[in-house]
């Protein structure tokens, strides 16, 4: 439900990482993210056709606060020329890396 | 007590609105503005008198910056009611005696300092506030205390003295000459051990960097020189002189300091960083002096902002560059100095290194015409000044700079640092240079590096990351594990189990059984079997953890000694050697998943093997990251023990008042269930000593063994890699101070004895100081 998902969105360590370039490695996006704190997981966005990388991904961290650290100071600043926009996520379930093909 | 009423949380709100916004940008002048907010208030008292001043009281310690503004506030309440004036008076010197208890010494100043320009305002009278800081120098003459704490009060007294020296001067010249002289022959007998331990640079040149209070006294020896005037302050009051000189004052009670105690902590002392001169400014307003008191307010202001809006960086920048007294002063040049001056902290920055970053870039966005310039010429010169300078904050400068670069298509004048490559490659400047290129790697990728710097440049350009796979490669043939090593990489590309895995390996021969008995690890078993597995992973981070997981059981069987962990690390040191970044990553990736522990972590960082990447800054991130891993664990595990016992009291009394119990809450922590986490939270705390005594050794070792070396063949041993690592020995002290300092009687009778070199002693020495 809509209450339960807002719940979910307040207390998650995961943020949606997008407007990324194609070419964006997971090395890359380790390095950016893990200047904010100890990052738990990346997990790439995938083509759901060619399971190649499509421009997202999520970055999980351990706490809420490292989470909020990269919200204030890795969102909006470059990586590979882009300016990387990061926004709060419910937390990654399988399958969800598939982009739209 | 009464219900509130929706109107009167309206009225409080409204109340709470006008007080914290006055002296915002308004198109009305600021006296007549506080001149109205004061009749509002006046017809508020009798309804609204406690949260008014309640509301006063948080402006203090939270809008310090408006300071004056909020003193005349009262004042000219004062003025109005005088028991209203009284009122908050004696609500401030509670909050202050609370703040001096509960040790937040930072409000307890500013409300020192508010006290202070109360005498301005005609509200207080000037004797009594000569007898609080008489009360706070008296803390001198106590026996057996730190100095950080007669420091703390000394610094009290000295920065409100800019706001109340004039009056002092004026109205009570002999007391307060006497006190000023209390405090210089005070200032002069300090003790200084713990200064080379926070200096950002060793050299005094081209600007000394001065221990706080030294500077501090200073600059107010200068302002009385000037008779205690100076062109910072805002001072409302001076326009209600006519009414606030009819008002009546108020006498502070006495303040005496709360004693000390064994456990309480004091502020750290400090150096005050200086990067930029008058000189360094080409037009415009002149850069005030380092001994001129506006220096010391416009930088306290500076700091004040980022302490407030670090969260928000836009607004963080916003508000540094509207500083009230904008055009009088330099203001980029020092808002860059001050930036600087908090990334560079010792022992650490007071925000995360990369607000410092992502705020410089807001800042060259707001101000695209002038920003990027001051900050390159800041650049240029912390690179002039790279010989000099800590190892910690030459690494805080690498790593803030690549992720400038990464923001600004990592264009920079290259060339102006081509020289750097014609001299020994452990000086700092090529070590920056090699350091800043390998973070740019691990922001952008290999061939971007190359076309990014020039050809000169080449020997300090990282090699290509790739892994090495030793069994596959020319000569494998005669290797030991080499068919092993073939049917393993087989099996796993057949998705085999962890048990088969083991069944491959099993019949490899143990090299070390030919001189032991029983060998405690089997080095060409974890060999084969790790090269393997993180050459099959190499494709990425996510590859490699997948292999990890899977094969978990098969790396804990191995690799279920020190021994045998610490091989496990030379083998993936082996095959990732050419990826810095993959070897931090993995490695943090086998202490999470308990594959390896700190202790081995350590051994192998110091061992033999490491000792050619031992200046490289990366083996230094994973030392910290092994230490804070260890430190977080402690903590968790010292957290749910009192949890527990919370739980398990609130449980008791609740039984003892009569009430029910569920059976099925099984939430409720046993007896036994808490010794266990007990035992579980003291084993990880002797594995924390443990931990930083191995360190500490290992450290004590090299370096003993390098100054030996040196004095035996009649060479300096001042050489770059006795800098990077007797630097580095610092910095671990200064990183983890707080837990360090619980060792401090171990580590003096253990390992820092007089007998060791005094190089090293001295380090723990200047340590030591940091809290006496």
Known sequence: SRSEQERLLLDSCTLYVGNLSFYTTEEQIYELFSRCGDVKRVVMGLDKVNKTPCGFCFVEYYTREEAEDAMRYANGTRLDDRIVRTDWDAGFKEGRQYGRG | ?772
Not at chain 2, 57 to 66: A, G, H, I, M, N
Not at chain 2, 291 to 311: P, S, V
Not at chain 2, 476 to 496: F, R, V
Not at chain 2, 662 to 669: C, E
Request: negative net charge.
């Open chain 2, 1 to 772: 007590k009464r219900r509130r009423t929706s109107d009167t949380v309206d009225i409080e709100d409204r109340l709470e609105s006008l007080i914290t916004r006055v002296g915002e940008k308004s198109t009305s002048s600021l006296e007549s503005n506080l001149e109205g907010l004061a009749s509002v208030l006046e017809a508020d008292l009798p309804n609204y008198k406690l949260k008014i001043l309640k509301i006063l009281c948080d402006c203090v310690v939270k809008l310090p910056e408006k300071l004056t503004v909020y003193t005349t506030l009262v004042g000219l309440l004062n003025a109005k009611n005088y028991n209203c004036g009284g009122e908050f008076v004696e609500m401030l010197v509670r909050n202050l005696k609370e703040a001096l208890k509960s040790t937040e010494f930072d409000n307890a100043r500013i409300m020192v300092r508010f006290l202070s320009d109360l005498v301005n305002c005609h509200v207080i009278v000037v004797g009594s506030l000569l007898s609080m800081f008489d009360s706070f120098l008296e803390v001198m003459l106590e026996d057996n205390i730190p100095q950080v704490r007669s420091d703390w009060y000394v610094y009290a007294v000295l920065s409100a003295l800019p706001w109340i020296g004039r009056e002092l001067f004026e109205k009570k010249e002999t007391e307060f000459n006497k006190l000023l002289i209390t405090i210089d022959g005070y200032i002069s007998k300090r003790q200084k051990i713990h200064v080379p331990a926070l200096k950002v640079w060793i050299s005094d040149f081209p600007h000394p960097q001065e221990e706080y209070l030294d500077c501090l006294w200073a600059q107010m020896k200068n302002l009385r020189q000037n008779k205690w005037v100076e062109k910072q302050i805002l001072r409302p009051y001076l326009a209600f002189d006519g009414v606030l000189c009819e008002a009546l004052q108020h006498t502070l009670p006495q303040i005496i300091p709360p004693s000390h105690h064994e456990d309480t902590v004091y502020p750290l002392p400090s150096i005050v960083f200086r990067l930029f001169d008058y000189t360094d400014v080409p037009e415009g307003p002149v850069l005030p002096g380092s001994h001129a008191i506006e220096r010391y307010l416009i930088e306290e202001q500076l700091n004040r902002i980022i302490h407030t809006h670090h969260k928000e960086r836009k607004d963080c920048s916003a508000a540094l560059l509207s500083f009230p007294t904008k055009n009088k002063i330099p203001l980029n040049y020092m808002i860059v100095e001050v930036m600087f001056s908090q990334l560079f902290r010792l022992p650490k920055p007071p925000h995360l290194e990369i607000f410092y970053g992502s705020a410089l870039i807001e800042l060259c966005k707001l101000q695209p015409g002038s920003m990027p310039q001051v900050l390159a010429q800041a650049t240029e010169m912390l690179y002039e000044r790279l010989d000099t300078m800590h190892t910690s904050c030459i690494e805080r400068i690498a790593s803030w700079f690549s992720y400038h670069l990464s923001n600004f298509q990592f264009r920079w004048s290259w060339d102006d640092w081509s020289g750097c490559v014609d001299v020994d490659a452990l000086f700092p400047k090529p070590t920056f240079v090699r350091e800043v290129l390998y973070k740019c790697l691990r922001l952008s990728y290999h061939q971007r590096i190359v076309d990014t710097v020039p050809d000169t440049f080449s020997a300090l350009i990282p090699e290509k990351p790739s892994s090495y796979y030793k069994y596959e490669a020319e000569g494998s043939g005669s290797l030991p594990g080499t068919m092993i090593a073939h049917q393993l990489l087989a099996a796993i590309k057949e998705k085999c189990t962890p048990e088969e895995a083991l069944l491959v390996l099993k019949d490899l021969p143990n090299p070390l059984s030919e001189e032991e008995n029983d060998p405690s690890y089997h080095p060409l078993r974890i060999d084969v079997f790790v090269a393997t597995l993180f050459h099959l992973g190499s494709k990425s981070f996510s590859h490699s953890f997948a292999a990890i997981a899977k094969f978990h059981y098969v790396l804990k069987m191995i690799a279920d000694t020190e021994d045998g962990q610490i091989c496990l690390l030379k083998t993936l040191f082996v095959v990732w050697k050419k990826h810095q970044q993959m070897i931090v990553v993995l490695v943090d990736k086998l202490l999470k998943t308990q594959i390896i522990e700190c202790s081995a972590v350590a051994n192998w960082l110091f061992s033999r093997e490491m000792s050619s990447e031992f200046p490289k800054f990366y083996v230094w991130e994973i030392m910290h990251s092994t230490i804070n891993k260890m430190n977080k664990h402690v903590s968790k595990l010292q957290r749910e023990v009192e949890d527990s016992k919370d739980r398990l009291e609130m449980l008791r009394r609740r039984m003892a008042d009569g009430l029910e119990l569920d059976p099925d809450d099984d939430d409720i922590p046993s007896d036994e269930m808490i010794e266990r986490m007990e035992e579980r939270m003291e084993t990880a705390m002797s594995q924390q000593k443990s931990l930083f005594l191995i360190i500490f050794q290992r450290f004590i070792i090299i370096l003993t063994d390098h100054l030996a070396r040196c004095e035996g063949n009649g060479i300096d041993y001042n050489t770059p890699w006795y800098k990077w690592i007797i630097e580095r020995l610092q910095e671990i002290f200064l990183l983890h101070h707080e837990l360090v300092f619980k060792y401090i009687s171990t580590l003096e009778g253990l390992l820092f004895t007089s007998d060791i070199d005094f190089h090293i002693l001295e380090v723990f020495q200047q340590f030591c100081a940091l809290r006496s």
